[in-house]
């Protein structure tokens, strides 16, 4: 079991920065991908970014590269998303989740991530 805690969001001006964390309990957190999603009200979960377990790879929606980079360190359990040059399109409640994985890669689906943060929520003015 995996328990996935996101923290940082908040409001913040179109042009600005914010950097989510989310930290995991439970063991080996080195064998689990782990992806950055978000929903805006009234549109489906879409995908953001995601990293391997070793940190060696990382993916990102065309949406936010450039402005948005994903990370983690394995010692801390925590994984990071640093949002840069935020824009009120990126309004929405960012979720963390976490992949139990064989291989050193992320995927972009949702729907194989094993388990979810309760989320936290983004809201960028203009």
Known sequence: QVQLVESGGGLVQAGGSLRLSC???GRSFGSYAMGWF???PGKDREFVAAISGSGG?????????GRF???????KSTVYLQM???KSE???IYYCAADWVIFDIATMKP???DYWGQGTQVTVSS
């Open 23 to 25: 930290a995991a309990s």
């Open 38 to 40: 978000r929903q805006a």
């Open 57 to 65: 790879r990382t993916y990102s929606a065309d949406s936010v590269k």
């Open 69 to 75: 980079t994903i990370s983690r360190d394995n010692a």
């Open 84 to 86: 840069n040059s935020l």
């Open 90 to 92: 990126d309004t929405a």
């Open 111 to 113: 729907n194989e991530y």
